[in-house]
């Protein structure tokens, strides 16, 4: 054999032996009959020996031409195996996206966005882990996962970052707090009152923290939780007000319940983060698109009007 087979070849070799002629094959394949003729023609050649008989117009195989049928046949199935993996792939239909966030944020938009995702996405599974944020740089960093969702700013390198919302902290308080009825609150407002704050040594409590102290007031801190919607249920039973991310409270905002601006201003602003080792997995990138969609989607601007926006 001076030349490796075509696919194409074999394709026709194996409609014709499957149809019983080559008119029949010509047309399953979308060919003329004379171009097939040549295409069987040129693969006994290649091959070095007969599939057919000739017998006036008829075709009939030869022994070797039904020994070779049998491994044409394995191989083409094998092929189109691997053909429906890769349109499976490039479509979307298949693979593993390995994600981290922080709970609050898991537990008040991501799950949105998942759907999103899994309906445009529906063979794709998904991971979503809440390390803490030191782990959650580290494994997307060693790209031991595709990507996640962290808190600007960030202090490690080997990061990439695309934001991709922006929001205000807020105050969460029951709608029969006497403070309720302001429109926004202040450090001076919050003198004495008891708060509900995010747990020690996070970003945002040490940013609230420094405003209170601009102000010359000190916080107090009446119940310490780790989520946001923790918070947002002891606010609700009128334990406090709780300081909080606008765009993550918004999901635990019901009646009887109310979220107020906060002054002075004090800015979140999430991303998501890929490795800067290598560009971002087609998943990952397929992710942050409907991530984008969602966010230009909502009306952010309903809990706090000034900055809760996508960008």
């Known amino acids: 054999m001076k030349n490796d087979i075509s696919v194409k070849a074999l394709r026709g070799f194996h409609a014709i032996l499957e149809t019983g002629s080559v008119t029949a094959a010509a047309s399953i394949l979308g060919m003329t009959q004379p171009a097939l003729s040549r295409l069987l023609a040129q693969l006994e050649a290649t091959i070095g020996f007969e599939l057919f008989y000739r017998d006036h117009g008829r075709l009939a195989p030869t022994q070797d031409g039904l ?58 599974r998904l991971t979503v882990a809440s390390p803490g944020t030191d782990a959650a740089m580290s494994m997307i960093a060693t790209r031991a996962v595709d990507g996640g969702f ?10 990439h970052t695309e934001r991709v919302v922006t929001s205000d902290t807020v105050c969460v308080l029951a709608a029969r707090h006497p403070l309720a009825s302001r ?26 923290e420094a405003a209170f102290a601009g102000e010359g007031v000190r916080p107090l801190a009446q119940i310490e939780a780790h989520t946001v919607a923790a918070s947002c249920a002891f606010a609700a039973r009128g334990l406090g007000v709780a300081l909080v991310n606008g765009l993550l ?6 009646p009887g319940l109310v979220a107020r601006a906060f002054h002075p201003q004090l800015v979140n602003e999430y991303a998501f983060v890929t490795s800067a080792l290598s560009a971002p997995t087609r998943l990952a990138a397929a992710f942050l698109q409907h991530t984008r969609q969602y966010f230009d989607s909502q009306d952010l601007a309903a809990v706090a009007p000034e900055r809760l926006v996508p960008v």
């Open 67 to 124: 020994l070779m049928f049998e491994e044409v046949d394995r191989s083409l199935n094998t092929l189109e195996r691997v053909n429906s993996v890769v349109r499976d792939i490039c479509e979307y239909r298949c693979g593993h996206l390995k994600l981290v966030a922080p709970p609050s944020f898991a537990e008040a938009v991501l799950a949105d966005i998942v759907a999103a995702f899994s309906s445009a996405c529906p063979g794709v």
């Open 150 to 159: 962290l808190r600007l700013p960030l202090d490690r390198p080997g990061l």
């Open 183 to 208: 429109a926004a609150l202040t450090p001076a407002l919050l003198r004495g009152q008891p708060l509900i704050m995010l747990g020690q040594g996070t970003a945002s409590r040490a940013c609230i």
């Open 249 to 254: 409270a918004r999901a635990y905002l019901r």
